[in-house]
């Protein structure tokens, strides 16, 4: 199982849209997927499971403290294409977490190696051919733990100026990681959001990043779109919400960039 935290430390950027997304596609194309949900907020569990997800006990929580196995928290999404596609040809499946998680982090406080619970935890499981972890958007012991399983990063990055600054700041916690905790951490992909070709900004910034960031940025771009934005709030990935939307097209279109880049790593 190829291990992806889906992470930077800044709110707004997609990131959970991204995981979703990217998750339900690659479960469409045939993947067997595993969506690990490491933020308190529970928000990836509510897109991919709904409200039985965000009841679902045990938790990321329980694993992380040593409660339960992460096999047995497990739950399989809910609808991740429209009906008139068909059923997916893969899987996908997510460990949730809700409000708990944020307790987790203080009760392992003193453990040796917390940072390293995530991916033993992980490493246990069978039968998933790709995990992505949405991480919280901020530097917290969950974010560390996904870097530290990881064996790749995608990082959604807001085409706006100051997610450049925040982009800088990550730089930084990835070579710690890579240095301390992980050193086959890699930049798998960085991914520009909610991109809308109509602001000179947002072109400014997608050029910055593909100058100082050669061979790291995707060749897709995720669109500012409604209909994205509509399907978090109907907890729905993009293709089972409005699958002839710009938000399915880019997505889709990421989810074979993704496919193609892993066969050239």
Do not use: W
Request: charged share 25%; proline share 5%; aromatic share 4%.
């Amino acid at each position: 199982m190829s291990i992806y935290a889906v992470a930077i430390q800044k709110g707004g950027t997609g990131k959970t849209a991204t995981t979703a997304n990217l998750a339900a596609g690659l479960a469409i194309a045939g993947r067997a997927v595993l969506a690990v949900d490491a933020d308190p907020q529970g928000h990836l569990t509510q897109y991919l499971a709904g409200a039985r997800g965000a009841a679902a006990r045990p938790s990321l929580y329980e694993v992380i403290t040593g409660k339960a196995k992460a096999a047995d928290a497990i739950i399989p999404a809910e609808r991740i294409q429209s009906p008139r596609q068909g059923p997916a040809a893969g899987s996908l499946a997510v460990l949730p977490a809700n409000g708990d998680l944020a307790a987790a982090e203080l009760e392992i406080a003193d453990i040796p190696g917390r940072e390293r619970i995530l991916g033993a935890a992980l490493a246990e499981l069978r039968g998933y051919d790709t995990c992505l972890i949405d991480c919280p958007p901020s530097l917290t012991l969950m974010t560390v733990s996904a870097l530290a399983a990881a064996d790749g990063l995608i990082i959604p990055v807001q085409t706006e100026p100051l997610a450049l600054f925040s982009l800088r700041l990550f730089m930084d916690t990835i070579d710690k990681v890579k240095r301390n905790l992980n050193p086959r951490l890699e930049i798998f992909g960085i991914v520009g959001t909610r991109f809308d070709s109509r602001r000179r900004v947002n072109h400014e910034v997608l050029e910055r990043l593909r100058e100082h960031f050669r061979g790291q940025v995707c060749k897709t771009i995720i669109r500012e779109s409604v209909s994205i934005a509509e399907a978090v709030g109907h907890g729905r990935p993009i293709f089972a919400y409005r699958a002839g939307s710009h938000g399915a097209a880019d997505y889709a279109a990421l989810t074979r960039e993704f496919m193609k880049r892993e066969k050239t790593k």
